[in-house]
């Protein structure tokens, strides 16, 4: 089973300083129907307006990656912990109970774009609480599993994530390992197959995968896309 879901169908906010799309249920926006997608909570495209912050705040045990599209963000912990990543780069915070989380856009001048993806984490899970790799310029790059490695996030649940960089013209086809994915268009447009069923996909477009071994992706422009492969 493939089946989309629009940027247009997504709930969004403007705050002026802040400006989102929320895939899922999140902050004011509440759809019963979508609390989320198996072991995906969240996955949220947020501009936060030059020298804005997002306000400390503590998580569930969730595994949190941001993966920034545009500019260069800071992110604090209570613990003193705290690390830059910009444009091409990706942060996974393994979120801890009782520490909260800040998140700054450093530039005075220039906005900062980013996604956010919250995965849920086992309960006995540990690794690294601050990890960054940068993004390349391959059509497929694994960067996030349970196992982590070279090049490689390490997450507190069995996913893999995908992310995606193809020409125009051009296919990937991607085994799926979990019963259920999320096919993500960050950028540009793609036909999306499964099962001999296509669905069209343009920016800021999603799609739900179910019970499929294999999807395969051919970009009519050059893409950004992230394939998130999730147990049940």
Request: net charge neutral; charged share 20%.
């Amino acid at each position: 089973m493939i089946k989309i879901r629009t940027a247009k169908q997504c709930g969004e906010a403007d705050y002026g300083w802040l400006k989102a799309r929320y895939t899922f249920s999140f902050g004011h926006y509440f759809d019963p129907k979508l609390l989320g997608y198996a072991s995906l909570r969240v996955l949220n495209q947020e501009v936060l307006a030059p020298g804005t912050s997002l306000q400390p705040r503590c998580y569930p045990k969730v595994d949190i990656l941001n993966l920034v599209l545009e500019g260069e963000a800071e992110y604090r912990d209570n613990e003193g912990n705290h690390i830059q990543v910009k444009t091409g780069e990706a942060v996974l915070l393994s979120a801890q109970p009782r520490v909260s989380y800040s998140e700054h856009n450093i530039s005075k001048k220039n906005p900062l774009t980013r996604m956010q993806l919250w995965l849920e984490a086992c309960p006995e899970g540990e690794n690294p609480l601050i990890q960054k790799i940068t993004l390349n310029n391959q059509s497929q790059q694994l960067i996030a599993t349970a196992d982590g490695g070279k090049s490689m996030l390490q997450l507190r649940q069995d996913i893999r994530v995908h992310h995606l960089n193809l020409k125009a013209g051009q296919q990937q086809s991607i085994p799926l390992q979990g019963s259920h994915a999320y096919f993500q268009s960050i950028h540009g447009s793609v036909a999306a197959t499964a099962k001999g069923k296509t669905v069209n996909l343009t920016c800021g477009d999603g799609a739900f995968i179910c019970d499929e071994q294999q999807v395969t992706l051919e970009a009519s422009t050059p893409l950004k896309g992230l394939l998130i492969d999730l147990p049940a």
